[in-house]
């Protein structure tokens, strides 16, 4: 599965998670509380794998670039932050 995959889980899990909340609210039922908060910590698992195989990707990417560079240098050159979708996907995180 491929990072963008894991994106569209993990916002349709937050979407989720968001009207359940909103039901949460209006209910007060405490086992709808805890399915929306199931339902976040999912989204947000989701969202951290998508994090790591967009890392992983760009690591690769740069170690073929960039055969010379250290191993330190190449995972903090790779980070996911070199665009505006990278970096909002990271703040959203």
């Known amino acids: ?7 569209d889980i993990s916002a349709f899990a ?13 209910s007060r039922n405490k086992s709808v509380g805890i399915a929306a908060t199931v339902l976040t ?5 989701s969202q951290s794998i998508a994090l790591v195989i967009r890392w992983v990707n760009s690591f690769d990417f740069w170690v073929a670039s960039h055969p010379a560079s250290s191993f330190i240098e190449s995972i ?3 980070a996911p932050l070199r665009n505006l979708y990278e970096s909002l996907i990271f703040f959203v995180w």
């Open 41 to 45: 910590i999912f989204g947000f698992a």
């Open 1 to 7: 599965m491929t990072s963008s995959t894991f994106f």
């Open 14 to 26: 937050y979407i989720m998670a968001m009207i359940v909340y909103v039901s949460y609210v209006v």
């Open 76 to 78: 903090l050159r790779a």
